[in-house]
Nanobody, 116 residues
Framework: QVQLVESGGGLVQPGGSLRLSCAAS????????MSWYRQAPGKEREVVAA???????GYTGPVKGRFTISRDNAKNTVYLQMTGLKPEDTAVYYC??????????WGQGTQVTVSS
């Protein structure tokens, strides 16, 4: 059974850090483009960071310099290291895997709340 399971979310104070993990099962991520999205209340889901199968990386503007995406193909896991967190980073964070139009998988999401 294909599955993506995110973990690592929680409540953190402004300026704090969290590391999100996305563990894949039922398929191998090595040939997939992996990305992190987030969706804040009342807003559309937006891409935060992405890493393709060759290691090329991209970030959305507001998180550049603060977030780092990485992948460990041996562990079949993708990570999102988040530092310098701000209240506007509060959202549900989702992991996405794409190999083709027919092979697109989403995780269930993990809540990140940045508040004092």
């Amino acid at each position: 059974q294909v599955q993506l399971v995110e973990s690592g979310g929680g409540l953190v104070q402004p300026g704090g850090s969290l590391r999100l993990s996305c563990a894949a099962s039922g398929f191998t991520i090595s040939t997939y483009a992996m990305s992190w999205y987030r969706q804040a209340p009342g807003k559309e889901r937006e891409v935060v960071a992405a890493i393709d199968s060759t290691g090329n990386i991209g970030y959305t503007g507001p998180v550049k310099g603060r977030f780092t995406i990485s992948r460990d193909n041996a562990k079949n896991t993708v990570y999102l290291q988040m530092t310098g967190l701000k209240p506007e980073d509060t959202a549900v964070y989702y992991c996405k895997a794409v190999a083709s139009k027919a092979n697109v998988y989403w995780g269930q999401g993990t809540q990140v709340t940045v508040s004092s």
